[in-house]
Nanobody, 126 residues
């Protein structure tokens, strides 16, 4: 059984940083690609980054480029999202997702991920 759990969210002031963690059990991140998404109230889900099973990364949207960074620790089977220079418009629920097939690269299409966590709330105050 695959389980995905995010943590690390919270309330932070504009300009602050948070490191979100995505702990996965049941599938090794050394073989499966992981994506990060966020969704703000009243808005569509937005892809914000991903890391391949082999450590490669997808291009990120302009909204987070240069501020958000995805990494992983295969020994802990955990993927991280480092968020820096946070802005009020970054306020959202952040979720990670796992691709079902092994040795397949990541994608920005959320529909191609099989397993999702419940998410962690990030709130940026102005």
């Amino acid at each position: 059984q695959v389980q995905v759990a995010e943590s690390g969210g919270g309330v932070v002031q504009t300009g602050g940083s948070l490191r979100l963690a995505c702990v996965i059990s049941g599938l090794p991140v050394s073989r499966h690609s992981i994506g990060w998404f966020r969704q703000a109230p009243g808005k569509e889900r937005e892809f914000i980054g991903a890391i391949s099973f082999n450590g490669g990364r997808l291009s990120q949207p302009d909204s987070v480029m240069g501020r958000f960074f995805v990494s992983k620790d295969s020994a802990k089977n955990t993927v991280y999202l480092q968020t820096n220079g946070l802005k009020p418009e970054d306020t959202a629920v952040y979720r990670c997702a796992v691709r079902d097939q092994a040795y397949v690269g990541p994608t920005s299409d959320g529909q191609l991920y099989a397993y999702w966590g419940q998410g962690t709330q990030v709130t940026v105050s102005s």
